[in-house]
């Protein structure tokens, strides 16, 4: 005879499985040919992209993104000295039970610049009953050349969808998860697009 055990005791396993963070985030990245040789390394100036705002919400990307480009080698400058600019631009959607998308702003712009609008966001589960919306971030990154007219070296974007319940939730992890996943071995393979678990 088969026992199965009471409801109650699955709960806290469910309970606990949307606590954590969600994921994968979706990575694609592109190098130019002659590009390779000049990254990682020199001084670098980290910016909001063109046509984007400039506030306090997009603080928390721009700095996850120094932080990473640190790490690799970088040394952050005045805009004035830096050899490459780093261009950050960053997109969120909500998106209903039903699949209908609607910008929300976070202060950094509205548009996904090279990439297009990116990748489905999926739907999470409402313990409550039905479906809970998900939000999507996608950050994007340009590496340009400051002293070549801006010619770009590298490009990158990170997306990832988390339901308002999921700790990638909080902007500041959110920025920190998407930027170590898009620039993890660095500088990538041009034109893949890799899953990374959300760390």
């Not at 999507?136 to 340009?142: K, P, S």
Request: with cysteine; hydrophobic share 40%; glycine share 14%.
């Amino acid at each position: 005879m088969r026992r199965f055990a009471p409801a109650f005791l699955a709960l806290p396993l469910m309970l606990a499985a949307c606590a954590t963070p969600q994921g994968p985030i979706e990575v694609t990245r592109f190098t130019a040919p002659d590009g390779v040789a000049r990254l990682g390394q020199g001084t670098v100036f980290v910016e909001s992209a063109p046509g984007t705002a400039d506030g306090l919400e997009a603080a928390p990307y721009k700095a996850a993104v120094a932080a990473e480009l640190t790490r690799l080698g970088y040394r952050e400058s005045t805009r004035a000295e830096a050899g490459q600019i780093a261009q950050v631009r960053v997109e969120r959607f909500a998106q209903s039970a039903e699949g209908r998308r609607s910008p929300v702003s976070v202060g950094v712009g509205g548009s996904t610049g090279t990439y297009g609008s990116g990748v489905g966001l999926g739907v999470g589960i409402n313990l409550g009953g039905g479906a809970r919306p998900t939000t999507g971030t996608q950050l994007a990154v340009t590496l340009r050349d400051a002293r070549t007219g801006g010619t770009n070296l590298w490009e990158g974007r990170a997306e990832i969808a988390t339901t308002d319940r999921s700790p990638l939730a909080e902007r500041g992890r959110n920025a920190q998860a998407l930027a170590r996943a898009l620039f993890r071995d660095f500088p990538g393979r041009s034109g893949e697009t890799v899953r990374i678990k959300a760390e």
